[in-house]
């Protein structure tokens, strides 16, 4: 090796062409995180223990962004407000093989208002049943009623059966009123689903908990598992649907 | 290869390139951009990186998408250059042979 040569080389004119392209390339990097978040961490979240915390005010669209999205792996994912992870139903879905990571180009962008109308009556139909039963039956009921349970399905709380009604009748009409919002809304798809998603999930706990105050009464195991589930699947089935349904428009679109 | 510690970052830094690379020649739906960029092992991807990637090409205007009838299944999504990607793999591909090169320079005149 000539060692003259190397001190009077270009190397540093090279170098200096070499790390404008380099930052060109780190700037790539750095936009191709696997799960697409700002490398930056964002004020008001983080991780205690190992268990992640958002504590900003919860917005329709970050709700549809961690509730739905197929083009991620991962099926556990951060809660969008408060600590703990919530389920990735797009994620899901597409482990399950029923819709495909990129069936939309951005999801929801091109679900019809038809499909967002129609997902707006499940929940009115949970507030409605929450209602009628409290009419009908109200009265028949005890009076006082469960309103909690520990993790092994046992009764921990109770409340009047006044209390009761109100709890679940505010949170069901509140849960179809968010619906609503996101059927009738004119704001984008993300938006719209989002407001459909929360509704749901109002409208659903609140009919499942009408139904557990009745049937769990005593012991009740299954009542933990059974609330999730049925939780799960109302949400998870109003996105999938709503996907489903965006899918199909881009299909009409680009197939006729 | 894929041994190299140092291969996961330089390889996350170049995956756009290599997928703006593949829709170069044809284009190709979802599936099989993730199946051919696992033939090559230093860039192996799993459809979690790929997807995301793809969405943020969408979103950037630099690929585009179309759904086909499939002669095997059910209409699958394709995705081609756009103007603006096929100019941003232009500048990309110039880029990257400069980097290459200039380190290839470097470790030769380390030896």
Known sequence: MNTHARHDSPASADLRAVAEDVDLLLELDARNHDDGRSPEPVRGTGTVLGMPYDLRRPTAERLKATWWDPASEKVLVPRAVGAGWAVNFGALAVKLGVIEPDAEDVPFAATPDAAFRAAAVGPAVLAAAVLAHYAVRGRSLPETLPNHWNLVGEVDGTVSRPVAAVIDIVTATTGAGLALCGGLSTSHGGRRAGLLASGTAAAAAAAMTTVGRVAAQGRAPWFGPSFLTGLGAAVGTSLLGLARAGRRAEQCRDLG | ?111
């Open chain 2, 1 to 111: 290869m894929s041994r190299n510690k140092s291969v996961p970052g330089i390889r996350r830094g170049v995956v756009e390139l290599a997928l703006l690379g593949l829709l170069a020649d044809d284009p190709r739906y979802g599936q099989q951009i993730v199946d051919e960029l696992a033939e090559h092992p230093a860039l192996a991807l799993t459809s979690g990186t790929v997807y995301p990637l793809v969405s943020r090409l969408l979103k950037d205007g630099l690929i585009a998408s179309t759904w086909q009838e499939s002669p095997a299944g059910p209409p699958r999504k394709v995705y081609h250059l756009t103007d603006a990607g096929i100019e941003r793999l232009s500048d990309l591909t110039a880029a990257w042979r400069l980097v290459r090169d200039g380190v290839d320079q470097i470790l030769k005149e380390k030896r």
